[in-house]
């Protein structure tokens, strides 16, 4: 393997793909010449144990997800987050009622392409986050991906998205997804130098999802609102609106907590807009 690598895919007849991730295993990037040893069982679609989902695309190529169980949380500006903006304000008790899975990883440059046939991505590498998307572009893309695999794909809710990023009813309560170190978590603009980076490549939160800070922006379903007027229980957001929300800040961004937020018109596109997919029970 190439020097630097962090990543492997594994192939062979009758199963399916697996993509082993060295951070997961406490070794981060590899190092030439040296020798690593993996030991593999024959994979099953849904593993109890580490509640993950592998989907089954086309020509050997698979969606990992991991399954986030319902509960409560509070949302927005919460105490650890200092000089919040007015609109991450209220801090409010949100529930959500149902389990789902979202995807460990931003969705890559070689899924979009296998999908949409075309990489629109400003810097491209199969492994990087795809860019220069936007909302309507995502929704097509998920749109044929559902056709393809047969599934219900489709963009995270955002309460569903700061849920997950929080660690979900794993959360130890951390400033950003997974840590308090923002560097820890995320390819920022102190890190990345300018750049997006291979998804899954900093340290994971407590549900094993990567790159909830940083990277790309990612667009939920929802319409931008207030908080004020939002429902309780299983927000979706308002019914219309001017623009999309997006979450978890990007390589050329600064530090973002858990709780920052934006919004987008549906049809702009820029290098930093990307998605996340989740997948419903």
Known sequence: MPKGNSMLRIL??????????????????????????LSLSRSID??????????????????ELVKVESG?????????IQNPYSWEKPAHKVILTKDYYIGKYEVTQSLWQLVM?????????????????????????????????GRKFRLPTE?????AARGGN???GTLYSGSSAYSDVAWYEGNSNKRPHP??????????????????????????????????????????????????????????SVAGRGGVSANIRSRVLGLRLVLSE
Request: charge should be negative; glycine fraction near 10%; include cysteine.
């Open 12 to 37: 062979h007849q009758d199963y399916v793909p697996l993509m082993i991730n060295f951070y997961d295993y406490g070794v981060g990037k590899l190092k030439s010449g040296a020798t690593y040893i």
């Open 72 to 80: 409560s949380f509070v949302m927005g500006a919460t105490s650890e």
């Open 117 to 149: 046939e075309n990489n629109p991505s400003s810097i491209k590498g199969e492994d990087l986050p795809v860019g220069n998307v936007s909302w309507d572009d995502c929704q097509l893309f998920i749109a044929k991906l559902n056709k393809m695999t």
């Open 159 to 163: 309460a569903e998205w700061e849920y």
């Open 199 to 256: 998804v899954g490549t900093k340290k994971a939160n407590e549900l094993g999802l990567y790159d909830m800070n940083g990277n790309v922006l990612e667009f939920c379903q929802d319409w931008w609102g207030n908080y004020t007027e939002s429902s309780q229980i299983n927000p979706i957001g308002p019914n219309s609106g001017p623009t999309r929300v997006v979450r978890g800040g990007s390589y050329i961004a600064g530090a973002i």
């Open 170 to 172: 794993k959360s130890r």
């Open 46 to 63: 849904n593993d109890d144990k580490n509640k993950t989902l592998i989907v089954p695309v086309k020509n050997g190529f698979n969606i």
